[in-house]
């Protein structure tokens, strides 16, 4: 189900917010909307992965051996 929440935003911002909805032939209250789901959905992934890494890394690192140090030798 869809949610609706009310936002302000100063006049530049949403002029912006209007050019590039125009640029996608969607209403300025849509293509905010399109926005923000696509950055939360980047937010939850990245989550996601950290969750992993923090629950896997030891038993990756036990089965495939750990990346080896690279050494920077000063020139």
């Not at 302000?8 to 923000?36: M, T």
């Not at 939850?44 to 950290?50: D, N, S, T, V």
């Not at 030891?58 to 750990?66: D, K, L, V």
Request: without cysteine.
């Amino acid at each position: 189900m869809a949610q609706e929440i009310r936002i302000q935003i100063s006049d530049e911002a949403y002029e912006q917010l209007q050019r590039a909805a125009a640029e996608k032939h969607v209403l300025a209250e849509e293509y905010a909307g399109q926005v923000l789901d696509a950055d939360l959905i980047k937010v939850r992934f990245l989550e996601g992965a950290q969750s992993f890494i923090n629950e896997h890394a030891e038993g990756f690192a036990e089965r495939f051996g750990r990346p080896a140090t690279r050494r920077v030798d000063a020139a």
